[in-house]
């Protein structure tokens, strides 16, 4: 699986962003796509996840109301709709794949076998 990220940039805080992760090989319904974020000097972070189906959605609670995870199958792309955007949110963001089959809740970047380029997000105060 090969995954494209992009979509960063720099807001202002209570701004929005929308991030896209274009998702090519394999069989992508077998997968979970989800997207984690790195500050600097700090762990990769779980922020979301989403089946390829769309049946199944899960949140990091410190973004629950604020990030909404979408695909969109004919366009093969997951989308990382980000609002109300804080300062704490700048990170690089990078969207990841995860075998459906080897992980049921994939909230660990452990999960994730293929990752894409990350894409910078700057929330300024």
């Known amino acids: 699986v090969q995954l494209q990220a992009s979509g960063g940039g720099l807001v202002q805080a209570g701004g929005s962003l929308r991030l896209s992760c274009v998702a090519s090989g394999s069989t992508l319904s077998r997968y979970y796509v989800g997207w984690f974020r790195q500050a600097p000097g700090k762990e990769r972070e779980f922020v979301t996840f989403?089946?390829?189906?769309?049946?199944?959605?899960y949140y990091a609670d410190s973004v629950k109301g604020r990030f909404t995870i979408s695909r969109e199958i004919a366009k093969n792309t997951v989308y990382l709709q980000m609002s109300n955007l804080k300062p704490e949110d700048t990170a690089v963001y990078y969207c990841?794949?995860?075998?459906?089959?080897?992980?049921?809740?994939?909230?660990?970047?452990?999960?994730?076998?293929?990752w894409g380029q990350g894409t910078q997000v700057t929330v300024s105060s």
């Open positions: 989403i089946s390829w189906s769309g049946s199944i959605t």
């Open positions: 990841a794949a995860a075998d459906r089959a080897r992980v049921s809740i994939a909230i660990m970047a452990k999960d994730y076998a293929y």
